[in-house]
């Protein structure tokens, strides 16, 4: 598979976790774009990266993606369509149940 190759704040990140592990740190932009990194995985078939993301994600208090106003919850990942490749995912279950991981 050929690496990828991405850039966040001026360095270059070969992979997804080392550009969650630069989004991260980002206080002020860092949940909107984990939250769109969870989207993207879960439509690109990737479970462990979405699921890992929404994780975080949910772990940080703050607004959301789609709406400055309207953070992801776990009442919205049990509507949210773009969620449905994880519906099967134990563990996707649980996030949307409210439970810690």
């Known amino acids: ?3 990828t190759r991405s850039e966040v704040n001026g360095r270059c990140c070969t ?6 592990a630069a989004i991260e740190k980002d206080a002020v932009n860092g949940p909107t774009a984990i939250e769109i990194l969870a989207r993207v995985a879960a439509g690109a078939g990737e479970p462990d990266r979405a699921i890992a993301a929404l994780q975080q994600v949910l ?5 959301g993606a789609l709406d400055k106003y309207m953070p992801l919850t776990p009442a919205l990942l049990r509507l949210d369509p773009m969620f449905d490749p994880l519906r099967n995912d134990p563990r996707f279950l649980e996030l949307a149940a409210g439970k810690k991981p």
């Open 1 to 3: 598979m050929p690496e």
């Open 15 to 20: 992979d997804f976790f080392s550009l969650f």
């Open 59 to 63: 772990s940080i208090p703050g607004t």
